[in-house]
């Protein structure tokens, strides 16, 4: 990572190995969400600064509300900075949370102008 990160200023890598499940659908299975980790734990062990932003939503399985997607930026050790300010400027300019609301929050908006 550190000769990628010589030469780029952040990697980019997704933050789960799949698409968000649902509010506690994995609280029985315990191994689940051991492996939803798997692509942060490593950076955490690594002492790279890493920070995920949300880079989309896809539809669920069942056809439910959709389900957010996130993008893991890593960048240079001490590099955190420079990090958060890359962050920033993608979720500024991506506008992903206008693309699509989760349920939860499309309700707390519903609920809010009643």
């Known amino acids: ?3 990628a990160l010589q030469q780029y200023d952040i990697l980019v890598c997704p933050t789960a190995p ?4 649902k509010l506690g659908e994995k609280l029985s299975d315990p191994l689940a969400m051991y492996k939803g980790d798997l692509m942060t734990i490593n950076l955490n062990l690594s002492g790279l600064p890493a920070v995920v932003v949300p880079c989309g939503f896809t539809t669920a399985e ?3 509300a959709p389900l957010p997607v996130g993008l893991q930026m890593v960048g240079r050790m ?3 900075q420079q990090l958060l300010q890359l962050a920033h400027m ?3 300019t991506a ?3 206008g693309s699509a609301q989760p349920q939860v929050v499309a309700g707390q908006q519903q609920r809010a102008m009643a």
């Not at 799949?18 to 499940?21: G, L």
């Open 1 to 3: 990572m550190q000769a």
């Open 18 to 21: 799949i698409a968000a499940y």
């Open 62 to 64: 069942d056809g439910g």
């Open 78 to 80: 001490f590099g955190e």
């Open 90 to 92: 993608y979720e500024q």
């Open 95 to 97: 506008d992903v949370a």
